[in-house]
Structure formats: C-alpha cells, structure tokens
C-alpha cells in the first residue's frame, strides 16, 4: 500500500508547487515552490497523493528534500486522545499513527496493521502489525502499544469527549469510561503483533470511526516518564516527527525518514504562529501556502491580477450549521426553530456575503462524502411561512424579543468561537434576516 494517507499529508507532499488557499472554502492560488521531486504522483488538484517508495522500515535513504512555509496556529493540544479542533488536528495527524487511516479517496486503508480480519458477523475484528513500525525514537511498535492507547483514550482519568464516540462501540468501552468496569472487555491482546476487537453488536462504520484520532497510538514510555509534558515533543509514529515548537512562534515538523508507508518527498514544513497577514507574507515570499478572506476573492479572480495566475479551485468537505439545545426556551419550541430555518437566504448569503466561494449546503453531508444523496434537504427560504411558523409558536414578538405565555422575554444567544469586536460575517448575515423577516434581535456570545 502506497499513498500519505493524512489530510495535511496530502498537502506537505507538493514540492512542484505551492498553494494560496481559500481558506475553509474551494479556491486556491498556485506558485512554483522551492523545491521539486519529480517522482510524486498529483491529483487534478495539484495536491501529491503519493508517498513514494512504500517503506522498508529500515530507515529510510533520507532523500526526502525542501522545505514548505505555512501560516499556522498554537495546537490547543497535540494529545490525540483529547484533541477535537481542527487546528491541533492539522499537526497530530502528521505526527501520529493509528491501525487504519482514510486515503485521498476517501477509502479506508491500512496503517499501523498489515492486515484485519473481520467475523462474518461482523463483531469481531482481528488486526495484524507490520513489522516495520517505529517510533520517531525508533523503538519498535507492537501490539501493546496499540492496547494502552485504547485503554488511555477510553479511560475515566482522561476524561476525553470524544472518546464514547469513535471507541464506545467495543464491548465494554462505555463500562470501562464511565468507571463501572476495570477493563475493557472486547479489547484483547493476542500476541506482539496482533490485536482483537469485539464489538458490542456488529458495526459496519467502525473501521472508519478507527481512522479519528482517538484511536492513534502513542508512546506509554514517555507519557509515563513525563506525564504532564510529554505533548511538547511527542513520540509518534506519523509521516513528521515535532522537531520544534516555540508558543506563538514557530512550529518546525520534519521527515521521519523510517515511516512504515515510505519516506515523505518534503524534508520539513515551517509553521509561522504569528506575523500578520497571509496573503501580506506570500507576497513577500514568506510563506508558500496562505489562506485568503472574502476581501481578497475578486482580486484572484481578476484576469488582469498578479493573482489571477496562481489561482485554481478544488471542493472540500466543509460544513457550518447552527445547532439549537432542544432542551432550553425557546427552542424548546419546534415552530421557532422552523421559522429561523425559513427566514435564512442561503443562496443570497453565499452570492452576496462570500462572494460564491461557498455553495449553500443540500444536508449535512458535502457532495463526494459517502452517505450523500442529491436533493435538497434543507428548509427552502421562505419568509412568509417563517412569520406563520413563528406565529404559531408560544411565543410572540415584542421590540424584538420573545415573550413566553407567562409574559417573560426570552433571549436567543449564539455563541461562537472568537474574541473580535464583531461576529462572524455569516452570522451577521443571519442576524440581519432574522432581524429583518422575522423582527427578532439576536445576541451574540463569544467564548475562547
């Protein structure tokens, strides 16, 4: 098996080019980049999907070459077990291994194991090292490295959020989380090499859910040795070994030269934490890769650009949505939360507000996702039927708030991530028709 099978993988295999991404969105820039291989293998995106020779575990030729400059950010974490944000996500894939990872097809591959054998019903999966792992140390991985990481990521003391949800399919896994069991009943360690799941009925989705982070092994030595630190400088078993990290500096990541799926072509990727603006530094050559902003589309697409050269586009799976607590006033109320899904223009907001560099969503799943279906699942902009639905609720509307039936005014907050001055500009866009079509305020609450 060949292939970076990691998201940023994917990209820190470009040597022939660099990209000025849209951030978040679907468009990019691309410049001749400082270095070149001409034995990687590009997707019509540009982005190299292959990792090279396969691997001997042996330690690699060290012909791995260039250097990648990115604009980055402080992880919030570099412990996979715990990390949920995108931001910290975006270095521990590179740093960190798991049984199984999702290819550029978005097909599940092997990893860490040379192979998985499922029951026929589906309950019990029995998986088989390679015997070229190692650590970025190169200590040998075996099959008790895979079994603490389990137990770690599912364990009461780590208290991880998201481990129920990719690990509480194996037998005894909740139990085991919530400190009714001492151990975790369907995680077996068979021998050196190989490990045995049960689940606690027959899964189809657990082989992808294994691709997720939580499921990453780490090193139980130096977490041991060094339990309150040791995510400083971890020891993982990925395609790039930390090897610096200054806080709001610079984060240097650099090739490991024995990875079991082949030596990466790029040699190490510099993340600048701090610097002003992306777009300011790749024109000046600071950074090969940069994210730009609404501001900046229509200079890119501009024929007669300095820009307009560089830029391509390409999809990604990316989703934003509101989510109400059901659970609280006011919406606790069903035909409150259909009016604020019918009073928002979704394609006015993404003509208008991006600019088209977002396309309004059809459900909760992007196109080329397994599981999507064409038609639009969503509430079609309706305003009027919004005002009979809001009409229809409890409540009513009084200078822009809502009162309940004991005549209380109830708040809607949104609360998003962020410190600025002002929300996001698609949540001021939604504030405004909400304000406009419906004659409700709306709070906004930013929290870190």
Known sequence: MTGQNRLLAILLGVLAVAVLVVGGLSAGLLLTGEDSDSGSSESPTGITTDSGSGGSGNGGSGSATGRLRLGGIDPVTLDPH?????????????????LVTISPDLEI??????????????????????????????????AEDVVYSIRRA?????????????????????????????DIEGLELVDERTIRFTLDAPKPFFLAKLTYPTAFVVDQQQIESNPRNWTRNPNGTGPYELQEWRLGERIVLQANSRYHLGEP????????????????????????VAFI???????????????????????????????????????DDVNVRRALGLSIDRTKISEVTFSNMLSPATGILAPGLPGYTEGDKTYPFDPDAAREALAASKYTVEEGRLIDPDGNPVTIVITEVGGGAEARIDTQAFLEQWRTELGLNVEIRQTD
């Open 82 to 98: 715990i990390a949920t944000d995108a931001g910290s996500a975006e270095y521990i894939v590179e740093i960190y291994s798991g």
């Open 109 to 142: 591959q092997l990893d860490l194991a040379e192979s998985v054998d499922i029951s026929e019903d589906g309950s019990v999966y029995t998986f088989r090292l390679r015997d070229d792992i190692f650590f970025h140390t190169g200590r040998r991985v075996t």
């Open 154 to 182: 599912a364990s009461r003391e780590l208290q991880s959020t998201v481990a129920i949800a990719y690990l509480g399919d194996i037998l005894g896994a909740r139990e085991y989380f919530f400190g009714i069991a001492d």
């Open 265 to 288: 072509p790029l040699k190490e990727v510099l993340y600048t934490l701090s610097g002003g603006s992306a777009l300011t530094r790749f024109e000046n050559d600071e950074l090969d």
């Open 293 to 331: 902003s609404v501001n900046d589309i229509d200079r890119a697409r501009d024929p007669g650009s300095d820009l307009s050269p560089l830029y391509t586009v390409w999809p990604q799976f990316t989703i934003s949505y509101f989510a109400f607590n059901t659970e609280i006033a006011p919406f």
